[in-house]
């Protein structure tokens, strides 16, 4: 321990202007640290076999008695065997973890959202996450600190009373379930990433699997499955004649480019001229903008090549269907008001379902052929894993019959057994 230095008053540590260190007396090992602009106390100690010195605070702002009974206390620390300096920084991280465990939900939901923008694919993806998380989460999780958040708090987001489609008000999980069982996955995403980031611990509340499953019904056994609406296979024929006489209307020609080649909405109105190879009758649809983030192969018949032929090519954009302002695709509320127009009360993601039911009631394609039309991702990840063709050839024949039906005026379909 250091030895007792000469008791400083006040007065005579005030009259010090000698730079380093100057012992104070009063206290084994308190000194007054002076430099060039600065004066402050240090308490040096040995601990293990080392030297540690410990900052007090400034002088005078920590007066000399301060420094005093400061330095007293530590000595009494160190013979119990504790290092001021460890005990400081340990207090030091505690304060700064409860700081952290008090980051809200609506925080870290944000910060997720922002985190994992630019890895979805479709730009509606985070209007999704954001508009469910602030309709149903944060009037009930947004403002609590995301360290509190239990399976009470998830329930109560869960089972909270809303209104469904038929009007009538009931549980959220059970009368709007699709929209409920995608929140829970959401907040347990969010919920996950605050626990990497160490905002909390422990389990997640959020968790279906082994949890969650406890307290609510399955999916499956309350999920009211909203279909798109569809055109009946027998009307594609005069659908598509009318389509035909929408002279000048560029959207009908999306429309029908979209029918014939039984693709997505988004997948036709960001098409380019850079994926069209008139030349192979082939249209692929780069991964980026597959749903399954896969690259797809449609098929051109003759009907789809006399459209594209057809179409002007626009300076300034890449784009089969460019909106008008010539540069950006069109919206994805283009078909939706094209088929209001029309009198329809029917959605363009239902002619998916409709070139299905066709191909399953009038054809004898197999399944797997029509799937690999649609795109559809394989939902054995076993079936997947061995899949080595996507069909091609053979949807040739199918897409080729497809645009035959879609031109006559009945139900009559070529059946082309494989």
């Given at each position: 321990m250091p030895k007792i230095a000469k008791r400083l008053t006040a007065l005579e540590v005030a009259s010090l202007k000698k730079k380093g260190l100057h012992a104070v007396g009063g206290e084994a090992g308190l000194y007054l640290r002076i430099a060039e602009a600065s004066r402050g106390w240090i308490y040096r100690f040995s601990m293990g076999g080392k030297r540690f010195d410990c900052g007090l605070g400034r002088y005078p702002t920590v007066s000399l008695e301060a420094a005093r009974a400061t330095a007293a206390a530590q000595h009494l620390k160190i013979r119990d065997g504790i290092n001021p300096i460890e005990e400081r920084a340990t207090k030091r991280a505690e304060k700064k973890l409860a700081v952290l465990k008090n980051k809200t939900f609506r925080e870290c939901a944000t910060l997720y959202v922002e985190a994992q923008r630019d890895g979805w694919r479709n730009p509606k993806h985070a209007k999704q996450w954001e508009s469910t998380l602030a309709t149903y989460a944060f009037p009930v999780l947004g403002g609590l600190p995301v360290s509190r958040i239990d399976t009470g708090l998830v329930l109560a987001v869960l089972q909270q009373k809303t209104q469904g489609r038929d009007e009538q008000s009931g549980e959220f999980w059970k009368v709007k379930n699709e929209t409920a069982s995608r929140l829970r996955g959401r907040i347990e995403a969010i919920l996950d990433?605050?626990?990497?980031?160490?905002?909390?611990?422990?389990?997640?509340?959020?968790?279906?699997?082994?949890?969650?499953?406890h307290e609510l019904p399955k999916p499956?056994?309350?999920?009211?499955?909203?279909?798109?609406?569809?055109?009946?296979?027998?009307?594609?024929?005069?659908?598509?004649?009318?389509?035909?006489?929408?002279?000048?209307?560029?959207?009908a020609k999306a429309l029908e480019f979209l029918i014939l080649t039984a693709a997505r909405s988004g997948e036709v109105r960001g098409a380019t001229w850079e994926e069209i190879d008139l030349e192979k009758k082939v249209w692929t649809v780069p991964a980026k903008r597959m749903k399954a983030g896969q690259a797809h192969r449609v098929p051109l018949s003759d009907a789809s090549l006399s459209l594209l032929r057809s179409l002007?090519?626009?300076?300034?954009?890449?784009?089969?269907?460019?909106?008008?302002?010539?540069?950006?695709?069109?919206?994805?509320?283009?078909?939706?008001?094209?088929?209001?127009?029309?009198?329809?009360?029917?959605?363009?993601?239902?002619?998916?379902?409709?070139?299905?039911?066709?191909?399953?009631?009038?054809?004898?394609?197999?399944?797997?052929?029509?799937?690999?039309?649609?795109?559809?991702?394989?939902?054995?990840?076993?079936?997947?894993?061995?899949?080595?063709?996507?069909?091609?050839?053979?949807?040739?024949?199918?897409?080729?019959?497809?645009?035959?039906?879609?031109?006559?005026?009945?139900?009559?379909?070529?059946?082309?057994?494989?």
């Amino acid at each position: 321990m250091p030895k007792i230095a000469k008791r400083l008053t006040a007065l005579e540590v005030a009259s010090l202007k000698k730079k380093g260190l100057h012992a104070v007396g009063g206290e084994a090992g308190l000194y007054l640290r002076i430099a060039e602009a600065s004066r402050g106390w240090i308490y040096r100690f040995s601990m293990g076999g080392k030297r540690f010195d410990c900052g007090l605070g400034r002088y005078p702002t920590v007066s000399l008695e301060a420094a005093r009974a400061t330095a007293a206390a530590q000595h009494l620390k160190i013979r119990d065997g504790i290092n001021p300096i460890e005990e400081r920084a340990t207090k030091r991280a505690e304060k700064k973890l409860a700081v952290l465990k008090n980051k809200t939900f609506r925080e870290c939901a944000t910060l997720y959202v922002e985190a994992q923008r630019d890895g979805w694919r479709n730009p509606k993806h985070a209007k999704q996450w954001e508009s469910t998380l602030a309709t149903y989460a944060f009037p009930v999780l947004g403002g609590l600190p995301v360290s509190r958040i239990d399976t009470g708090l998830v329930l109560a987001v869960l089972q909270q009373k809303t209104q469904g489609r038929d009007e009538q008000s009931g549980e959220f999980w059970k009368v709007k379930n699709e929209t409920a069982s995608r929140l829970r996955g959401r907040i347990e995403a969010i919920l996950d990433w605050a626990s990497v980031r160490k905002y909390r611990t422990g389990d997640n509340p959020a968790r279906w699997s082994g949890h969650l499953e406890h307290e609510l019904p399955k999916p499956g056994k309350v999920q009211d499955v909203q279909h798109y609406k569809a055109l009946p296979y027998a009307e594609v024929g005069e659908f598509v004649r009318k389509l035909r006489s929408l002279d000048g209307v560029p959207s009908a020609k999306a429309l029908e480019f979209l029918i014939l080649t039984a693709a997505r909405s988004g997948e036709v109105r960001g098409a380019t001229w850079e994926e069209i190879d008139l030349e192979k009758k082939v249209w692929t649809v780069p991964a980026k903008r597959m749903k399954a983030g896969q690259a797809h192969r449609v098929p051109l018949s003759d009907a789809s090549l006399s459209l594209l032929r057809s179409l002007p090519r626009i300076e300034g954009t890449n784009l089969l269907f460019p909106s008008v302002k010539k540069n950006v695709a069109m919206s994805d509320m283009v078909f939706s008001q094209l088929l209001a127009r029309m009198g329809y009360d029917i959605t363009a993601h239902g002619f998916r379902s409709t070139f299905r039911k066709w191909g399953g009631e009038q054809t004898n394609y197999p399944r797997d052929v029509m799937e690999h039309a649609l795109a559809h991702k394989e939902p054995d990840p076993v079936v997947e894993a061995y899949s080595r063709t996507d069909l091609f050839k053979k949807r040739i024949r199918l897409m080729d019959d497809w645009a035959m039906f879609a031109e006559k005026n009945n139900a009559e379909a070529p059946c082309a057994p494989l």
